[in-house]
C-alpha cells in the first residue's frame, strides 16, 4: 500500500467500513445518494451528448415524429434555456449527494474525536463519487454514444426544465445583462500588442502569417508607399491622335489610362479602354477626349484603409496621388493596396517586373526604385527599421539620398545598422541598382 495513491485508498477504506455497518438508516441514505448521482450522472452525460449530435444525425430525428424526437429537437432550440437548466439542475443534485452522503458518513463514522479529519474524509470520498461516477464516466460514455443518451434523458430533462424554470430564467437574464455590460467594455489593443502577438506564434513564415501582417499594418501605410512613381506611369497627352493612341494602348496592355495636357502635373481624366471598344474602326478625327473619365485625386498621406473605403463607395479602381503642392506623384489602384494584403496578384496579362535578384543567401540586388515596403517584405526586415532617417523617402534609392545627402558615386558602400549598401549602377539623376548585403 506504499506506493498507492492517497485518494483510491481513502474511497476503499470508507466502502469497506460503509459495507460492513449497514443498517436500515444506512441503505435509505445509500439509496438516496445513488439515485442522485443517478441523476447528476445524467445531466453530465446530457451536456455532452445534445451537442456532440453532428447535423446529418440532427435531421435524421427531425424526420421522426416520435415525442422523444420532438423534445429532443426542442432542447436543441433554445440552447440557453437548456444549459441553464442542466448547470441548475447538476449543481442542485450535487449538494444534495453532499448533504445525504455527509450524514451517511458521520452516522458510520464518528468523527467527534478528531472533526478536521472527518472533513478531509468526508471531502475526500464524496469528491471522487461525484468527480468519476456523475461528471468523468457519464461524459466519456455521452461523447460515443450520443444518440442514445439524448434519447434517454429528453424525458427527465423536460421535468427539470419545469421544475427549475424560474431559476433557469433568472440566470439567463443575468447573464444577458453582463454580457452586455462585457461587451462594452472597450479593448485597447494596439497595432503593436497585435504585431507582437502575431511574433510570438510562429517563427517561420506562412503565407497566412503573411496575410495577418498585412492585415495588422493596413491602418498604418500611406498611399505614397505602394504608389506607382509618376516615372513608371504609362500615360498619354491630351491631343494625341486617335489612331496613335490605338498604337499606345495596344503597346502597353492597361485597362485604364491617365490623360494629361501638358504635363502628368495636370491630369485631366483616366481613360477607360472599354470605352473605345465600339470605336476602334475610327479615324483621327474622333474626339476620344469626350469618353474620358473624371480623375479621382488623393494626398500621397492618405491612409490605404481609407483609400479603400472610398474606392468601394465611389466605385473606382485608380487614383492620382498628389503632393502637397499639387503636383503629381503617381496613381495607386485598387489592386495595389488589396496587394498589401494578400501579396502580389498577377493575371495572364502582367509581365514579370524583376526588381531584385537574390545573389546568396544574406546578398540581394535591389532597383533603386523598389518601394521600402516592397524591400522590407522581400528581406523579412521589420517594418520600422528606417524610421529614423527616411523622411520622406518611399524607395531604396530615396534611402540612400536620406543617408548620404548626395547622388553617390558607383561603388560606394553605405553601412546602416545591420545593412550594407553598395551603389551598382548610377547616373547623373538617379540611383538605378543597389547591392544589398544583411550582415550577420
Not at 453532428?54 to 427531425?62: L, Q
Not at 509618376?230 to 496592355?253: C, M, N, P, Q
Request: glycine share 4%; net charge negative; with cysteine.
Amino acid at each position: 500500500m506504499e506506493n498507492s495513491e492517497p485518494f483510491p485508498v481513502i474511497f476503499l477504506i470508507v466502502t469497506r467500513v460503509i459495507i460492513n455497518s449497514l443498517d436500515i438508516i444506512s441503505i435509505i441514505n445509500i439509496v438516496i445518494s445513488f439515485f442522485l448521482l443517478l441523476l447528476s450522472a445524467m445531466i453530465s452525460a446530457a451536456e455532452i451528448a445534445f451537442f456532440s449530435l453532428r447535423a446529418d444525425e440532427i435531421k435524421e430525428i427531425e424526420k421522426q415524429q416520435d415525442i422523444r424526437s420532438r423534445l429532443i429537437i426542442r432542447h436543441l432550440h433554445k440552447p440557453k434555456k437548456f444549459l441553464a437548466t442542466l448547470t441548475i439542475a447538476n449543481g442542485f443534485f450535487n449538494v444534495c449527494i453532499i448533504i445525504v452522503m455527509g450524514i451517511l458518513l458521520n452516522h458510520v463514522f464518528d468523527f467527534t474525536q478528531n472533526p478536521a479529519l472527518g472533513f478531509i474524509l468526508q471531502i475526500a470520498f464524496i469528491g471522487i463519487i461525484i468527480l468519476l461516477f456523475g461528471d468523468i464516466f457519464p461524459k466519456f460514455y455521452a461523447k460515443y454514444k450520443p444518440k442514445k443518451i439524448v434519447r434517454i434523458s429528453s424525458i427527465p430533462i423536460l421535468f427539470l426544465d419545469r421544475l427549475f424554470h424560474p431559476f433557469s430564467i433568472l440566470m439567463i437574464n443575468t447573464s444577458t445583462v453582463i454580457g452586455k455590460r462585457l461587451a462594452n467594455i472597450k479593448q485597447n489593443i494596439t497595432i503593436d500588442d497585435l504585431s507582437q502577438a502575431l511574433n510570438l506564434t510562429t517563427h517561420q513564415i506562412t503565407e497566412d502569417e503573411n496575410i495577418l501582417k498585412g492585415i495588422v499594418k493596413f491602418g498604418n501605410i500611406d498611399a505614397k508607399e505602394i504608389m506607382k512613381s509618376r516615372v513608371d506611369v504609362f500615360a498619354v497627352e491630351l491631343e494625341t491622335k486617335f489612331k496613335e493612341l490605338i498604337h499606345y494602348i495596344i503597346e502597353s496592355g492597361h485597362s485604364r489610362i491617365p490623360v494629361y495636357s501638358e504635363t502628368f502635373d495636370n491630369v485631366k481624366g483616366i481613360l477607360f479602354i472599354k470605352d473605345l471598344l465600339p470605336h476602334f474602326e475610327e479615324g483621327d478625327d474622333f474626339k476620344w477626349q469626350s469618353l474620358l473619365r473624371p480623375p479621382y485625386f488623393v494626398p500621397e498621406n492618405k491612409k490605404i484603409n481609407d483609400l479603400l473605403e472610398e474606392f468601394q463607395s465611389n466605385k473606382i479602381h485608380m487614383a492620382i496621388v498628389i503632393d502637397e503642392y499639387g503636383g503629381t506623384c503617381g496613381i495607386v489602384t485598387l489592386e495595389d493596396v488589396l496587394e498589401e494584403i494578400v501579396g502580389e496578384i498577377t493575371d495572364e496579362s502582367d509581365e514579370e517586373e524583376i526588381i531584385y535578384s537574390q545573389v546568396n543567401e544574406n546578398t540581394y540586388i535591389f532597383e533603386g526604385k523598389t518601394l521600402l515596403n516592397d524591400f522590407l517584405k522581400i528581406v523579412y526586415i521589420e517594418d520600422d527599421l528606417f524610421d529614423d532617417v527616411k523622411g520622406d523617402a518611399d524607395t531604396i534609392a530615396g534611402i540612400i539620398l536620406e543617408l548620404t545627402g548626395e547622388i553617390p558615386a558607383k561603388n560606394k558602400k553605405i553601412d546602416f545598422k545591420n545593412l550594407t549598401f553598395t551603389i551598382e549602377l548610377v547616373d547623373k539623376r538617379r540611383i538605378k541598382q543597389i547591392r544589398v548585403t544583411i550582415n550577420e
